[in-house]
T-cell receptor, first 115, second 111 residues
C-alpha cells in the first residue's frame, strides 16, 4: 500500500532534549516536505526536499533541521526543542521535483508536546 | 500564489450533494486550483485539482467558472465520513510544491 509513515505518532518530551521525527515513503517520490499545524495558523511548511541531498527552507524553518540521504526518508530533527515547537507535524511527498502538478500524500501526523 | 476565500462552515444531509464554494479572484493564468480535506486531525487528503476545465474523479467534481475567479467542489452523495475541513488552495508552477492552507470550510454531514 502506498503510504507516508511517520514515527512516533505521539511524543511528550522536555525542553532541550534532542529528538528526531522520522518520515518514510514507499512511492519512490522525489519531493518531500514537512509541515506543522497550529490552531488558527493552519499548516505551515518547515522544510522541503526536491530530491536526495537537496533540501531548502520553507516558511518556518527556525529550530529545525532535515536531511535527505536516501530517497525514501526525510527525518525532521529538533536539536534543542522548545515549548513553542509543540505542534502537530505532517510529512508529505509527491512525485516529480515540485514543479509538476502532482498531488501530495500526507502522513498521519506526529503530535509533539515540549514541556 | 493567489489567496482563496471560503465560508467557515456549511452542512448538508447525508445522501445529498455537497457544494463547497471557493473564491480566488486574484488567480493568475498558470495557477491551479486544488482541493484537499482533513478529517479530524488526520493528514490532509488530496481530492482533486484543475486549471480551467471542469474535472471529475471518483471522489468529487470540480467546477471552475469561466473567468476562473471562483470554483465549486461537489461531493455528489455526501456520507457521514465526508465530515471534514475542506481546503481550497491555489498553487502556481514554482519549483517548491508548497501548499498554502487557509482556514478551510468545515463541512458537517448530518444523518
Amino acid at each position: 500500500e502506498a503510504q507516508v509513515t511517520q514515527n512516533p505518532r505521539y511524543l511528550i518530551t522536555v525542553t532541550g532534549k534532542k529528538l528526531t521525527v522520522t518520515c518514510s515513503q514507499n512511492m519512490n517520490h522525489e519531493y518531500m516536505s514537512w509541515y506543522r499545524q497550529d490552531p488558527g495558523l493552519g499548516l505551515r511548511q518547515i522544510y522541503y526536499s526536491m530530491n536526495v541531498e537537496v533540501t531548502d527552507k520553507g516558511d518556518v524553518p527556525e529550530g529545525y533541521k532535515v536531511s535527505r540521504k536516501e530517497k525514501r526518508n526525510f527525518p525532521l530533527i529538533l536539536e534543542s526543542p522548545s515549548p513553542n515547537q509543540t505542534s502537530l507535524y505532517f510529512c508529505a511527498s509527491s512525485s516529480g521535483q515540485g514543479g509538476l502538478h502532482q498531488p501530495q500524500h500526507f502522513g498521519d501526523g506526529t503530535r509533539l508536546s515540549i514541556l | 500564489d493567489a489567496k482563496t476565500t471560503q465560508p467557515p462552515s456549511m452542512d448538508c444531509a447525508e445522501g445529498r450533494a455537497a457544494n463547497l464554494p471557493c473564491n480566488h479572484s486574484t488567480i493568475s493564468g498558470n495557477e491551479y486550483v486544488y482541493w484537499y480535506r482533513q478529517i479530524h486531525s488526520q493528514g490532509p487528503q488530496y481530492i482533486i485539482h484543475g486549471l480551467k476545465n471542469n474535472e471529475t474523479n471518483e471522489m468529487a467534481s470540480l467546477i471552475i467558472t469561466e473567468d476562473r475567479k471562483s470554483s465549486t467542489l461537489i461531493l455528489p452523495h455526501a456520507t457521514l465520513r465526508d465530515t471534514a475541513v475542506y481546503y481550497c488552495i491555489v498553487r502556481g508552477t514554482g519549483a517548491n510544491s508548497k501548499l498554502t492552507f487557509g482556514k478551510g470550510i468545515t463541512l458537517s454531514v448530518r444523518p
